[in-house]
């Protein structure tokens, strides 16, 4: 079994390090999810029977990704590592299928943005009439929903940046896990 050589020996502890990087992404990401879904002012927000679900899924998205991430990263490590082209490519197959899901969750969430504000909006609408007291003022309802939309304006930035940063990271490691695959079955073919 041939071993690369050169300038490939430098990729293969690029894509290693690349891969604990991903890894720490990885954590990131779930950690961003789990902080998203168990966050104290979140779940107050949309704590009740009739809360809207499709925040959640969002959530959901992330925290599943992440955990895929984390696992995959470390599959990438050993592949790199023990220089094989199935783990290699493997690893490349599950990079793309986590970056076109991590795509579709963010065009998911930007596009649905206004609605899932709408659907918080209206969910607290609905509490407030449902439990009125009637020395309240309606005024104090239009200042919940200004800050709800606040609220999921400003964790929505946080959620973007750490999407943009993870797929530049992930879309390098595609390119590497390619460039030492492809070296590796150039390596044996000589042998």
């Known amino acids: 079994m041939g071993k690369v050589e050169g300038g490939m020996k430098c990729v293969k502890y690029l894509l290693f ?4 990087i991903f890894w720490l992404m990885g954590s990131f990401v779930l950690a961003v999810g789990l902080w998203l879904r168990f966050d104290p002012e979140t779940v107050s927000l949309l704590n009740g029977d009739k809360a809207p679900d499709t925040y959640f899924i969002g959530v959901y998205i992330l925290i599943g990704a992440g955990s895929l991430v984390m696992l995959v990263g470390f ?26 899901a991590e795509v579709a969750a963010g065009v998911f969430g930007f596009l649905n943005k206004d609605k899932i504000i709408e659907d918080v909006q209206n969910f ?22 200004t800050a709800i939309k606040d609220f999921f304006n400003s964790k929505l930035y946080i959620i973007g940046y750490v ?19 492809c070296a590796v079955r150039n390596s044996r073919e000589v042998i």
């Not at 023990?82 to 986590?98: N, P």
């Not at 940063?165 to 390619?178: K, L, P, Q, R, Y």
Request: with cysteine; proline share 0%; net charge negative.
């Open 17 to 20: 390090v690349f891969n604990f």
């Open 75 to 100: 599959f990438g490590c050993c592949g790199a590592v023990r220089e094989s082209q199935c783990l290699l490519g493997s690893f490349f197959a599950c990079l793309l299928i986590i970056f076109g």
């Open 124 to 145: 607290y609408a609905t509490t407030y009439n449902e439990n009125n007291n009637s020395t309240l003022i309606i005024s104090y309802q239009k200042d919940c929903e």
């Open 163 to 181: 999407g943009i940063g993870i797929a530049g990271v992930m879309i390098i490691g595609m390119i590497f896990s390619m460039v030492l695959c």
